[in-house]
């Protein structure tokens, strides 16, 4: 499984906006669940957002809900984050992933990740 490529990370004022990318190399990106996930300085990666496989169907965590929005494109293979509204807590390494539901939990389907993106939200 290749790892797919984020980008579009930077540093912005708070309340500032970013919009960033991630770019698949699995054949099988159209097919599946993708889902946004960020780990902040010396915590755990958490998953923030999915969108379904159709683009028809959307889940944000409240901490980004109202703010971000996210959206793909299945024949570029690409999966976007808009961030808008920035606060400094959204300083992270922002990952994509494949995803699935569990039941209770949004789940990466992969066990590999990309080198994330970094964002980075000055007061």
């Known amino acids: 499984q290749e790892q797919p490529v984020e980008s579009g990370g930077g540093v912005v004022q708070a309340g500032g906006s970013l919009k960033i990318s991630c770019v698949a190399s699995?054949?099988?990106?159209?097919?599946?669940?993708q889902g946004w996930f960020r780990q902040a300085p010396g915590k755990e990666r958490d998953f923030i957002v999915s969108?379904?496989?159709?683009?028809?169907?959307?889940y944000y965590t409240d901490s980004i809900k109202g703010r971000f929005t996210i959206s793909r494109d299945n024949a570029k293979k690409t999966l976007y984050l808009q961030m808008n509204n920035l606060k400094p807590e959204d300083t992270a390494v922002y990952y994509c992933?494949?995803?699935?539901?569990?039941?209770?939990?949004?789940?990466?389907?992969?066990?590999?990740w990309g080198r994330g993106t970094q964002v980075t939200v000055s007061s």
């Open positions: 992933a494949a995803v699935r539901n569990s039941g209770t939990r949004w789940l990466p389907i992969y066990g590999s």
């Open positions: 699995d054949r099988a990106f159209s097919y599946y669940d």
């Open positions: 969108i379904t496989w159709n683009g028809q169907s959307t």
